[in-house]
């Protein structure tokens, strides 16, 4: 499914009410995914520097793994 990128031209133009609302959708869902996924990604890091420089910068997070 490649059609992302001729949707946009103007001869594509003619596709159905219910094509766009599903590729709407789409597009929300992919953004969503990617949102979480780099969400998790920069929590990640953020662990990974706490304990690779032995500062616990959230104490409170810490605390709440150690326990």
């Given at each position: 499914m490649k059609k992302t990128e001729r949707s946009t031209y103007p001869e594509r133009r003619d596709?159905?009410?219910?094509?766009?609302?599903?590729?709407?959708?789409?597009?929300?869902?992919?953004?969503?995914?990617?949102?979480?996924?780099?969400?998790l990604r920069s929590q990640i890091a953020r662990a990974d520097a706490e304990r690779s420089s032995g500062v616990a910068a959230s104490v409170g997070r810490c605390r709440l793994i150690e326990h």
């Open positions: 596709i159905g009410p219910l094509r766009q609302i599903r590729g709407y959708f789409r597009k929300q869902r992919m953004a969503r995914r990617v949102a979480l996924v780099a969400r």
